[in-house]
T-cell receptor, first 112, second 116 residues
Framework: SQKIEQNSEALNIQEGKTATLTCNYTNYSPAYLQWYRQDPGRGPVFLLLIRENEKEKRKERLKVTFDTTLKQSLFHITASQPADSATYLCALVHNAGNMLTFGGGTRLMVKP | GAVVSQHPSRVICKSGTSVKIECRSLDFQATTMFWYRQFPKQSLMLMATSNEGSKATYEQGVEKDKFLINHASLTLSTLTVTSAHPEDSSFYIC????????????FGEGSWLTVV
């Protein structure tokens, strides 16, 4: 069956450290993968998109990698800040219609 | 940038009544919009794909007669929860994409539905 799994429900790290979140998928051949941030009671906010033929994408303190052999994407936040505390969702797009399938999300807590 | 607006942001309705949620793309045309439902501490689950001018495509297990979707224009899709029950209480979120922004998908702020 198709699955998208994100590491641990919650991740606690100290301010200034690098947070690394994992997204693993099975039985998908995604055209591309996206990462979103969601704050409690709000809609998801788009962060980064990485295509199947791209290995790495960066945006300010964010970095995403995509390994289609391992069927895994890693999402890194460097120099993390308490304001980065949120739930981070990975989502796969596996057809041309922009239909997203979401992972369960990882709740990140950055402690000062 | 592109913005997707949902209305209402919160609604409380009585069991057995119907409630309509609107999703608008404010500064772009969206031929396709998506409706999701999210229960507390769970991820977003796709309910249906809304296509302008045609019938919506529902995901398995989603009752099309209960969750009516109308995508009457390129900037508006509506979700009507008919004969609502307490178990329909959830956070409903829509998304839309613009061809002008590539594959970026924009989400609305969501609508909290409470059925009492």
């Amino acid at each position: 069956s198709q699955k998208i799994e994100q590491n641990s429900e919650a991740l606690n790290i100290q301010e200034g450290k690098t947070a690394t979140l994992t997204c693993n998928y099975t039985n998908y051949s995604p055209a591309y993968l996206q990462w979103y941030r969601q704050d409690p009671g709000r809609g998801p906010v788009f962060l980064l998109l990485i295509r199947e033929n791209e290995k790495e994408k960066r945006k300010e303190r964010l970095k995403v990698t995509f390994d289609t052999t391992l069927k895994q994407s890693l999402f890194h936040i460097t120099a993390s800040q308490p304001a980065d505390s949120a739930t981070y969702l990975c989502a796969l797009v596996h057809n041309a219609g922009n239909m997203l399938t979401f992972g369960g999300g990882t709740r990140l807590m950055v402690k000062p | 940038g592109a913005v997707v607006s949902q209305h209402p942001s919160r609604v409380i309705c009585k069991s057995g009544t119907s409630v309509k949620i609107e999703c608008r793309s404010l500064d772009f045309q969206a031929t396709t919009m998506f409706w999701y439902r999210q229960f507390p501490k769970q991820s977003l689950m796709l309910m249906a794909t809304s296509n302008e001018g045609s019938k919506a495509t529902y995901e398995q297990g989603v009752e099309k007669d209960k969750f009516l979707i109308n995508h009457a224009s390129l900037t508006l899709s509506t979700l009507t929860v008919t004969s609502a029950h307490p178990e329909d209480s959830s956070f409903y979120i829509c998304s839309a994409s613009s061809s002008s922004s590539g594959n970026t998908i924009y989400f609305g702020e969501g609508s909290w539905l409470t059925v009492v």
